[in-house]
């Protein structure tokens, strides 16, 4: 048996050294272009839909990001400018220009015509809520449905599409009374009267911005439309009188005056103080106390709440305060 010499055995333990050495840089190399590699064919994540507001043309995986066109025009709507427009698009507060061919005294000169608020309330219930009573004559058409219903179940989308009406009736300017040229209860074409970023504005006021006047005042009702009849009771219903005075302080008397005289209103074509507006009108008043009434110094509260209104509405009940 030969035995190795031990100038053999240094040698074989170099070689195997060498080989271990070689290889374990060989398998770190390889490791390192694997995590480079992985590294560098990592896609590109954003939204792939085309359709989507947000598409990526870069994007080569989706990441659950897309947005609609609607979600975008939504989200850049101005509700308490919605509300403006549902009162009077055409008021020089809304910023509302004329399209081509129409000018604004054919609007104006028959704004019940065009009006969102005069078929459907400053409520939002149409024939169902205080407009049951207010019947068609040669300044108006008649009241239309309640929006309540198609507000609560409606996505968006479709609500929009019933504001951007692009089949309805067009501007007129020979309309004088409701029925004479078979159109005056017909909706109007608010699409070649408004922009489509003004009609998100008015979805927008009616999702978020309008008021609940289920929780300001209870309306009873007999009848039915146009010869019903309408009385408001419990207004105000839960509100804190204190905090209401303190609202109509900070926000009413400096031009109403403190008893809420000193600048008359008018509510359907009668001379009123802003108590009995608020006892005989809260439907119209609560609207405007928000959204002002356009084309006067009232500008209105925008950051107003139900819980504002309310209370005002609570303290307004009081006669020796705020009398007729």
Known sequence: MLIPSPIVNHSLKLIVMKVKSALTALSLATFGFLIVGSTGCKPNKGCTDPAAANYDADAEEDDGSCTSSADQAYADADGVLGGKLYSKFWASETGWT??????ATDISGYSNFYRCKQC???DL??????????APDAGRPSVGISLIEPILNDPKEELFEHVFEPDG????TALTQDGTNGQGNEMPAYATILTEAQAWDIVKF??????DVTQLYDLNTTGVYPNGTR?????GKDGDVAAGNIFYSNNCASCHGADGKQIPIIHDGVVTSVGNAGREAPHELQHKVKFGSLGSSMTGV??????????LFKALQDLS????
Do not use: C, Q
């Open 120 to 122: 459907h309330g400053w």
């Open 302 to 311: 925008p950051d107003a709440t139900e819980t504002d209104v309310k209370n």
């Open 125 to 134: 219930m149409g024939t169902e809520g205080a407009y049951i009573d207010r």
């Open 98 to 103: 004329a399209p081509s061919g129409i000018t």
């Open 206 to 211: 009616l999702l978020e911005e309008r008021l």
């Open 169 to 172: 009736r067009l501007v007129n």
């Open 321 to 324: 305060t705020y009398p007729d």
């Open 231 to 235: 009385t408001f009771t419990n207004i």
